[in-house]
């Protein structure tokens, strides 16, 4: 059973840093994508970074955190991270990790790429 746990998530000023934690089990990192995805109240989930989990780690990010967030991966702990840095308050919302999965495949930061999620963490960024 493919189990993804996120952790990190919190409260912060705006300008300000964290890191978000998603470890997996049951699913083995290994080229395949991981992805993070957000939500903000009343909007659509959207695709905010992807990696292609290998020897290159490929990275994806969406242009709305381009040159602030930073995906990684550590394969040892069977971890994904995104570090966010210089924090807005329009980056409020829930963040999701999210494990390749399922036949369709509409790019790395495509919801519709996916078949594993965990259950989100909060992440609330204040002016």
């Known amino acids: 059973q493919v189990q993804l746990v996120e952790s990190g998530g919190g409260s912060v000023q705006a300008g300000g840093s964290q890191r978000l934690s998603c470890v997996v089990s049951?699913?083995?990192?290994?080229?395949?994508?991981m992805g993070w995805f957000r939500q903000a109240p009343g909007k659509e989930r959207e695709g905010v970074a992807a990696i292609l989990i290998g020897i290159f780690g490929n990275t994806y990010y969406a242009d709305s955190v381009k040159g602030r967030f930073t995906i990684s991966q550590d394969k040892a702990k069977n971890t994904v991270y995104l570090q966010m840095d210089s924090l807005k308050p329009e980056d409020t919302a829930m963040y999701y990790c999210a494990a390749r999965g399922g036949s369709s495949w509409n790019g790395p930061l495509s919801i519709s790429s996916y078949e594993h999620w965990g259950q989100g963490t909060q992440v609330t960024v204040s002016s």
């Open positions: 049951g699913y083995t990192l290994n080229r395949v994508y």
